[in-house]
């Protein structure tokens, strides 16, 4: 085997794209997939690679100093791919803890074992931190994020992933560990908890809820389809220059009441209902706290230097992600069981 890659997450929404991508990709690597299963972890997001001979599922939490620095210690990975976090803006209003335990002290962990078992001989070596666009904050009307943009995270969210991103990058000078850094916007797509916008009002759609629409609607989130995130970090694992941070996007903004449209449309077509049925389910609600206006992601040096763009356009991808979860009624039923009703009247009703 060429490299031993650790990637946390790989269970999640995200992370199970890009572990697939890796495995099939590269068969000379060898991948090691860290999750905890939480909520948002689900064995069935990777069923069809589980018996792949580069692959090896690791069940841990990235919280657990003890069980990490023996995991680093056994595997030597030569490379980490750094995914697993707690994701969701609304339970960081309601649990903040969560998100600071697992995303800056879990983080902090895998840098610490990570630094521990090559602080002699860090050439090739490499710790792939996969961050938000949120860690800016909020724009205005105008202006797009950039790499060099001064964090602003408005969120407890927000706060630890840029916490997280500043550690990596401490590490780096501090310890000399070669590392990477991206900051990605809104992703969409098969796998996606339905606790985000289009999975759950994909959801509600088909079961004729409501469609609870936070504040005006007029919020604006740029978003990029998660197979292209995941070709991005491939891209960026493989030729990004060390210690550098890249922004990735879809060129693709939109506010949250036009996507929602488009969704409804697309739905209706799909489900063979009357045009404008879906809209009918649209319900303002009380808006989420501290709620950021506008994100919208300046990709051009991803583009530039390694030469990615989005491979779909929102139409076409907003179309597949709706197939696909229209096509696995299981999966949805299975995640939308059990504590996923508490969580849905806590927060809703
Ligand atoms: P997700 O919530 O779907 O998945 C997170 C995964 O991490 C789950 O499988 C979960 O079980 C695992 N996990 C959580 N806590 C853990 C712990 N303590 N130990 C081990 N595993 C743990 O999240 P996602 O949307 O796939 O996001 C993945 C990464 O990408 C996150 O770091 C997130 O900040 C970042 N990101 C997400 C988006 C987005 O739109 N979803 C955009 C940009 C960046
Ligand atoms: P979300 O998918 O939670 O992503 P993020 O907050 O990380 O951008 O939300 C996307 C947008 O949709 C955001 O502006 C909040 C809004 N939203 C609603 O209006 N209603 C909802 O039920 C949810 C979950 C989100």
Redesign the pocket.
Known sequence: MDKKILI??G?????SHVVRLFINKYPDYHIFN?????Y??NMENIKDIEDKSNYTFIK????DIDFINALFQKYKFDAVIH??????VDRSITHPNDFIE?NVL?TANLLNAFRDIWKDNLENKLFYH????EVYGSLGKIGLFTETTSYDPQSPYAAS?AASDHLVRAYGNTYGIPFVISN????YGAN??PE?LIPLFINNIKNNKSLPVYGDGQYTRDWLFVEDHAIAIDEIFHKGKNTDTYNIGGFNEWTNLDLIHLLCKQMDKKLEREEGTSAKLITYVKDRAGHDRRYAIDANKLNKELGWKPSVTFEEGLSKTLDWYLENEDWLKNVTSGTYQDYYKKMYD
């Not at 860290?34 to 939480?38: G, I, K, N, P, Q």
């Not at 995914?83 to 969701?88: N, T, Y």
């Not at 996969?130 to 666009?133: A, E, G, I, L, P």
């Open positions: 946390t997450g269970a999640g929404f995200i992370g860290l999750d905890a299963l939480t948002a972890g841990g939490d990235i919280k995914l697993a976090a707690e994701s969701h697992t879990g996969v961050s938000t666009d992933k990605c916007s809104n992703n996606q908890f985000k």
